[in-house]
Antibody
Framework: QLQLQESGPGLVKPSETLSLTCAVSGGSFTSSWWNWVRQPPGKGLEWIGEVHHSGLINYNPSLKSRVTISADKSKNQFSLKLNSVTAADTAFYFC???????????WGQGTLVTVSS | QSALTQPPSASGSPGQSVTISCTGTSSDVGAYNYVSWYQQYPGKAPKVMIYEVNKRPSGVPDRFSGSKSGNTASLTVSGLQAEDEADYYCTSHAGSNNAFVFGTGTRVTVL
């Protein structure tokens, strides 16, 4: 069974860079696209972007100027960097896989990142 | 990129049916048969219930069904059960460099 686990700081200062990593286990890293999705507390889901093991990347146009997603297939993990954060970036951040047909099959449990000084 | 439009809430009594709409545009919902639906309980990660408009992953009850007409997709939950009370989100493919767009979410209440 594929498992995903997010890790990273739970508190980031305004204007700094949010960095998260998602560790993948129990399945092939080369069989999916790997995604980041976020959800502000009490609000809806927002797709951030995706990366393929081959290096292909797609970003949400509304976040593209601040986001970098990368994959390290030697470690079976992928990462998210979001720069110049503000309070509006406070959210639960989930990683998820998309094996095809544009759906999210498996999700991490999510991690809350708070932007505050 | 605008979020797909869902009603904020829907409700029904146990045993009844509830249908949730998901309205997009000719660039997302109307253009691709890649609409999926997710169920989310408070404090939990979402779970896929429907993909490719009307396909159910293994383990999802057949009480859940999906359809699409034009720019609007729908999720129907038949024979409502207490455990169906949750938030539901649709998502659609939105073009080659814009893989996913989510719906605004619908809270389903079982009366």
């Amino acid at each position: 069974q594929l498992q995903l686990q997010e890790s990273g700081p739970g508190l980031v200062k305004p204007s700094e860079t949010l960095s998260l990593t998602c560790a993948v286990s129990g399945g092939s890293f080369t069989s999916s696209w790997w995604n980041w999705v976020r959800q502000p507390p009490g609000k809806g889901l927002e797709w951030i972007g995706e990366v393929h093991h081959s290096g292909l990347i797609n970003y949400n146009p509304s976040l593209k100027s601040r986001v970098t997603i990368s994959a390290d297939k030697s470690k079976n993990q992928f990462s998210l960097k979001l720069n110049s954060v503000t309070a509006a970036d406070t959210a639960f951040y989930f990683c998820a896989n998309s094996p095809g047909s544009y759906r999210f099959d498996h999700w991490g449990q999510g991690t809350l990142v708070t932007v505050s000084s | 990129q605008s979020a797909l439009t869902q009603p904020p809430s829907a409700s029904g009594s146990p045993g009844q049916s509830v249908t949730i709409s998901c309205t997009g545009t000719s660039s997302d919902v109307g253009a691709y048969n890649y609409v999926s639906w997710y169920q989310q309980y408070p404090g939990k990660a979402p779970k896929v219930m429907i993909y490719e408009v009307n396909k159910r992953p293994s383990g999802v009850p057949d009480r859940f069904s999906g359809s699409k007409s034009g720019n609007t997709a729908s999720l129907t939950v038949s024979g409502l059960q207490a455990e169906d009370e949750a938030d539901y989100y649709c998502t659609s493919h939105a073009g080659s460099n814009n893989a996913f767009v989510f719906g605004t979410g619908t809270r389903v209440t079982v009366l």
